[in-house]
């Protein structure tokens, strides 16, 4: 069983920062590629940035050079980092990490970002 599970939401004007934290639980030997989604109200879930094990990162062009995910292998946990952020950031982020030796993808069960302006 693999659990993932979202931290670091919340409430943060515009321009303010917040960092997202997904740890993972179970039988992991290695999360190998790990994404965040976010979901606004009455919009579909949009991939915000992605991440391989080997390093290689991706980003959705309305977070590019204000957001950054990185990966901890030892701690088996994938990060966030926003900054400048902008109302239209709000959203629940979703984080999704697929398991080689499991063959599937795992999902967290979301956490709240709430950007005021």
């Known amino acids: 069983q693999v659990q993932l599970v979202e931290s670091g939401g919340g409430l943060v004007q515009a321009g303010g920062s917040l960092r997202l934290s997904c740890s993972a639980s179970?039988?992991?030997?290695?999360?190998?590629?790990v994404g965040w989604y976010r979901q606004a109200p009455g919009k579909q879930r949009e991939l915000v940035a992605g991440m391989t094990r080997g390093g290689t990162t991706s980003y959705a062009d309305s977070v590019k050079g204000r957001f950054t995910i990185s990966l901890d292998n030892a701690k088996n946990t994938v990060y966030l980092q926003m900054n400048s952020l902008k109302p239209e950031d709000t959203a629940v982020y979703y984080c999704k990490a697929f398991i080689t030796h499991l063959g599937r993808d795992y999902w967290g069960q979301g956490t709240q970002v709430t950007v005021s302006s």
């Open positions: 179970g039988s992991i030997f290695s999360l190998d590629v």
